[in-house]
Nanobody, 125 residues
Framework: QVQLVESGGGSVQAGGSLRLACATSGLTLSNYAVAWFRHPPGKEREYVSGINWNDGSTDYVIDVKGRFTISRDIAKNTIYLQMNPLEPEDTAVYYC??????????????????WGQGTQVTVSS
């Protein structure tokens, strides 16, 4: 059974930082990409960042580039998203997702087969 469990969310002030973690189990991540999506209040769920497990290549949307860093711990099958400095616009439920790929990191939600339950990030001004 595939499981993705996010942790690390919380409430911080603008300028603060959080590190999200996504622990995966039940599948071998070779030939998969792992991505972070977020669902801001009143908006659609959107892609944030992703990493190709095979070669470690990463991808970020322009809004978070330079502020967020995605990384992986191969031994723990865990993916992290370091976020700083956080802005109020980053407030959302953050989800990790896994999708089968060969090259690169897809941004479309439809490319991801497995999803975590989400973790809330709230940034106050």
């Amino acid at each position: 059974q595939v499981q993705l469990v996010e942790s690390g969310g919380g409430s911080v002030q603008a300028g603060g930082s959080l590190r999200l973690a996504c622990a995966t189990s039940g599948l071998t991540l070779s030939n998969y990409a792992v991505a972070w999506f977020r669902h801001p209040p009143g908006k659609e769920r959107e892609y944030v960042s992703g990493i190709n497990w095979n070669d470690g290549s990463t991808d970020y949307v322009i809004d978070v580039k330079g502020r967020f860093t995605i990384s992986r711990d191969i031994a723990k099958n865990t993916i992290y998203l370091q976020m700083n400095p956080l802005e109020p616009e980053d407030t959302a439920v953050y989800y990790c997702a896994v999708g089968r790929v060969i090259f690169g990191v897809p941004r479309a939600r439809s490319q991801y087969s497995y999803w975590g339950q989400g973790t809330q990030v709230t940034v106050s001004s």
